[in-house]
């Protein structure tokens, strides 16, 4: 039965008053809030709001997801499903909010408006009536908060609605994510509905993003007033002068004329939505082409919904922005205002493309924004550095990464300039806190490589990441060649990470007698990206020789992590479906090591290299001790 969301009449209103069960199933359930003054408020949807509406009550869609702009009615459309859904399908309820604050604010500013001022709403209501519970005929409302993993426990819930989601944790309490733990409580319902809504947040880490991805994505197709093309209005399709602000304008896709302020109010109210993802349905693949009235996209060949889920049930999600909206204070020439100034202040633009825009957003720089792992595979270079390495080698220099059952090691040729060119990479296996595990990676680290003179050189200096379970232990391992092997740990907090400095502290583990140090990973991984995008050989440059070692698998894992999230958010992560990275650290620690030497490193020449291995010694697994000495006030990157 269609919808028709205006006033509750006065006849049901009646009805309601003089009977124990449950009304009929009405198709008429706005709610309205009393005043004093006689003209009560009435909630009008507007136009792209109606399908949001409909979706409640459509048997094909299951779940909702608003990816949206602010103050586009969210909050009034919560309150309007749930009180339709009290007075006609009632059920189980749960609205979930960010914090106890927000479940708190909600709870009185929005949904208790609902209870004390809608007549059908308070006239089913029973039993339990605080503040974020209520019961009603055939069901409940509970509004509790993402941040507690207690709000999601023996619920058992029929309409789930989730707020501003976006701003959700990723792990509460260490049980999960919070939207699966809701979503879960709906599990032993057949008929559910699950309603996401949000402003989006930092590109990469964003969660209504993510969901919308995964939905059959529907935008707001409007008609020309010139020639009838529907299209969405698009911030690419937005123009204006910046000195005349008036003049901003949408282009038309179809005939290129602009579509003004002016033209607004009937084009949208002529809108519709649109699912736009392809999909297969009677087994053939199609790009949507015909739509219901709600915006779900029908197979050309059957007639029925044909985006659907495992359990045959549409996911729909739907985008809007501001540029759709009605409120004086989001006309065109004032959305071209802010877009101005975001423009000329770039902090700024992160706030206007969530809360204006509706979309995922990042400041992150493009030089910090890793290349494909196979554009750097292709510019491998034929050298042999197992036969002898690249002759402008100033020294040697090793990272060690130790994992739970193997040490993973690699060795890297350092040039002038800070120019690097990549040796072997491999790794021992066996339990790094075995003495012969110990001492295989020694006489890894200690073994000779060849000049293209004919000398000989080994490693300078090896960087040890000893982080993990094993951590003292290794710290013990490091003290026997304290000056040779440094030992280290990362650090990422967002108290730390923005500092210029790579080395963050210097401490001595009493028991282990170990000096350590907890390096700033966040300004190396930048500069080991920077580095990485490098496009020609010179100052910096990464080279790497074409062999099997440096193969496809080895080029995935050094680029496995990526920039995410923006501002005081921004953080490296692994990809997605990314298991191993350990190539990418082992470059990090280098780039640590190289930057904490290079005081020493660039006072030698390539004649006469650092940790030449002198022929004439008796015992060849000596190596020399090197005369820079290891304290930490040189290791100051202000210095120098």
């Known amino acids: 039965?269609?919808?028709?969301?205006?006033?509750?009449?006065?006849?049901?209103?009646?009805?309601?008053?003089?009977?124990?069960?449950?009304?009929?199933?009405?198709?008429?359930?706005?709610?309205?809030?009393?005043?004093?003054?006689?003209?009560?408020?009435?909630?009008?949807?507007?136009?792209?709001?109606?399908?949001?509406?409909?979706?409640?009550d459509d048997p094909y869609i299951e779940k909702i997801v608003l990816c949206k702009s602010a103050r586009v009615g969210y909050a009034i459309f919560m309150n309007t499903a749930m009180a339709w859904l009290?007075?006609?399908d009632p059920g189980n309820i749960m609205i979930v909010q960010n914090t106890e604050g927000d479940a708190e604010k909600f709870a009185v500013r929005e949904a208790g408006k609902v209870f004390a001022h809608c007549l059908p709403v308070m006239e089913r209501m029973q039993g339990k009536n605080t503040t974020k519970e209520k019961s009603f005929y055939g069901g409940e409302l509970c509004i509790v908060w993402a941040t507690s993993a207690s709000s999601f426990r023996m619920l058992t819930i029929k309409y789930l609605f989730m707020d501003e989601v976006s701003g959700w944790l990723d792990n509460v309490e260490k049980e999960g994510d919070p939207v699966e733990l809701a979503v879960t409580r709906t599990e032993t319902e057949s008929k559910r509905k699950i309603v996401l809504g949000s402003t989006p947040k930092e590109a990469g880490t964003c969660k209504i993003s993510r969901e919308f991805r995964l939905t059959d994505q529907r935008y707001f197709y409007v008609p020309c007033p010139h020639c009838g093309h529907k299209h969405r209005l698009k911030l690419a399709n937005f123009r204006y002068d910046p000195e005349e602000l008036s003049t901003a304008h949408f282009v038309c896709e179809g005939c290129g004329e602009g579509i003004y302020e002016h033209h607004k109010r009937n084009i949208v109210q002529a809108g519709e939505w649109r699912a736009t993802r392809e999909f297969t349905c009677c087994n053939t693949h199609q790009e949507p082409s015909q739509w219901d009235e709600s915006g779900t996209a029908l197979c050309c060949k059957c007639g029925k919904p044909g985006d659907t889920n495992e359990r045959g049930k549409v996911e729909a999600g739907?985008?809007?922005?501001?540029?759709?909206?009605?409120?004086?204070?989001?006309?065109?020439?004032?959305?071209?205002?802010?877009?101005?100034?975001?423009?000329?202040?770039?902090?700024?633009?992160q706030t206007f493309m969530n809360t204006k825009v509706g979309v995922e957003y990042s400041d992150t720089s493009s030089?910090?924004?890793?290349?494909?792992?196979?554009?750097i595979y292709t510019r491998r270079e034929h050298y042999a550095p197992l036969d002898y390495l690249p002759e402008e080698t100033l020294c040697l220099l090793g990272s060690v990464d130790t994992q739970t059952y193997r040490f993973e090691y690699h060795f890297w040729a350092i040039g002038p300039k800070g120019e690097i060119w990549a040796v072997d990479y491999g790794c021992v296996q066996g339990d790094p806190e075995d003495d012969l595990t110990q001492k295989s990676l020694i006489d890894v680290l200690s073994r000779p490589f060849l000049l293209k003179d004919g000398r000989q050189i080994s490693c300078y200096a090896v960087v040890m990441d000893c982080n993990g379970h094993a951590w003292k232990a290794m710290l013990e391992f490091c003290a026997q060649y304290e000056g040779w092997i440094y030992a280290i740990r990362g650090e990422a907090n967002v108290q730390t990470k923005f500092k210029p400095e790579l080395t963050l502290t210097y401490k001595v583990h009493q028991e282990a007698r170990c000096g350590y140090r907890s390096l700033n990973v966040h300004q190396l991984k930048n500069r080991a990206a920077e580095r990485l995008n490098l496009a020609k050989p010179g100052k910096n440059y990464i080279h790497f020789p074409v062999n099997d070692t440096f193969d496809l698998n080895y080029f995935q894992m050094l680029t496995a992590e990526e920039l995410v999230g923006s501002g005081k958010n921004v953080t490296w992560k692994k990809k997605k479906?990314?298991?191993?990275?350990?190539?990418?650290?082992?470059?990090?620690?280098?780039?640590?090591?190289?930057?904490?030497?290079?005081?020493?490193?660039?006072?030698?020449?390539?004649?006469?290299?650092?940790?030449?291995?002198?022929?004439?010694?008796?015992?060849?697994?000596?190596?020399?001790?090197?005369?820079?000495?290891?304290?930490?006030?040189?290791?100051?990157?202000?210095?120098?």
């Open 577 to 640: 479906g990314q298991r191993r990275n350990e190539p990418w650290d082992l470059l990090v620690y280098v780039l640590w090591l190289y930057d904490f030497l290079r005081v020493v490193i660039k006072e030698v020449s390539n004649t006469s290299p650092l940790g030449l291995i002198d022929s004439r010694a008796n015992d060849s697994n000596q190596y020399d001790e090197p005369d820079y000495f290891d304290g930490y006030e040189v290791s100051d990157y202000e210095d120098y």
């Open 367 to 375: 030089s910090h924004k890793l290349k494909n792992f196979e554009l």
């Open 86 to 88: 009290i007075t006609n």
């Open 318 to 349: 739907f985008h809007i922005w501001s540029a759709y909206n009605d409120n004086l204070n989001t006309s065109l020439p004032s959305l071209a205002n802010e877009y101005e100034k975001a423009k000329q202040e770039p902090q700024k633009m």
């Open 1 to 56: 039965m269609a919808m028709n969301f205006n006033l509750l009449s006065k006849t049901l209103s009646s009805a309601m008053r003089n009977t124990m069960v449950p009304p009929r199933k009405t198709e008429i359930i706005a709610w309205t809030t009393k005043h004093e003054n006689p003209l009560a408020q009435i909630y009008s949807p507007k136009p792209f709001q109606k399908a949001w509406l409909k979706a409640i």
